[in-house]
């Protein structure tokens, strides 16, 4: 487990050649995943875009460096529609209000801490008042630019130390293997009707996402063979983007699209 200032400023070396690539500039979340997703990357030379490092390329997040494979994992995010989405909504988690969803205010957000290995975001610091306590993710029901909103029952959910946060991720994640129904997930903090606006509100937000997707990426060539979950190949080098291969690639999942946004050209 990290907080974001032991990310924050991070050298970042490419094992490959042993050399620096820059350094930790801000730290990309997607709000509904509660992850980070992306690494923006400070580098010496003057860009002239924004670069940045899918989570999923990082290989460690030490006491002295973020490590990754190569200097080929740094992408330029002009050409990931995703991540340029992410970066847009501006979410930053520290410096908010955490609020219930009734309206209480139960403090401000001074850190938040990551599980280094996947980028999920498992807890929150928060300021109390007279106090600094600490709050597990599994509260959190929205991260948003200004306001965390927070489960009613946060406020009696409030941990001494961020150590605890651990033990209560991995209590919660058994609770959710053993209680959640075959092939499928049911989220316990919400019910009835809002839970139905949700799912309608989520839905809605997926499909304006995929037609962004298709603007950005129809007509393009992909430079790589893309593969599809099962490892298989799923688009050769070359070819040209068409709505359909497009919607397939959607089906296939988020990891399929970002792959084919990191290797396609006009």
Not at 31 to 59: C, M, N, R, Y
Not at 118 to 133: K, M, N, P, S, W
Not at 227 to 234: Q, W
């Amino acid at each position: 487990m990290k907080n974001s200032a032991q990310i924050m400023n991070l050298p970042i070396v490419s094992i490959s050649d042993g050399a620096q690539i820059g350094t930790v500039k801000t730290l990309v979340i997607n709000p509904e995943k509660g992850s980070i997703d992306f690494l923006t990357v400070e580098q010496e030379d003057v860009q002239l875009s924004l670069k940045a490092i899918p989570f999923k390329k990082v290989i460690g997040i030490g006491e002295f460096a973020v490590t990754v494979e190569s200097c080929h994992d740094v992408i330029d995010l002009s050409e990931i529609p995703i991540a340029n989405q992410l970066v847009n909504k501006q979410i930053r988690v520290k410096n908010t209000k955490a609020m219930t969803r009734k309206g209480q205010l139960l403090g401000e957000v001074t850190e938040f801490f990551v599980d280094e290995e996947t980028g999920e975001i498992i807890g929150v610091e928060l300021d109390v008042g007279d106090r600094q306590a600490v709050l597990s993710s599994q509260f959190v029901l929205t991260y948003g630019k200004d306001i965390l909103v927070v489960s009613e029952d946060a406020p009696s959910s409030l941990l001494a130390e961020a150590r605890l946060l651990v033990s209560a991720k991995e209590q919660d994640d058994e609770e959710t293997v053993e209680n959640a129904p075959q092939n499928e997930y049911v989220d316990e903090r919400h019910s009835g009707g809002e839970m139905v606006m949700e799912e309608a509100e989520s839905k809605e937000a997926l499909q304006a996402l995929r037609e962004k997707q298709m603007e950005l990426l129809k007509g393009k060539r992909v430079t790589k063979d893309i593969v599809d979950k099962n490892g298989n190949t799923f688009i050769e080098a070359g070819t040209v983007l068409t709505e359909e291969l497009i919607q397939k690639a959607q089906e296939e999942g988020p990891s399929v699209i970002v792959d084919i946004s990191m290797n396609v050209e006009a």
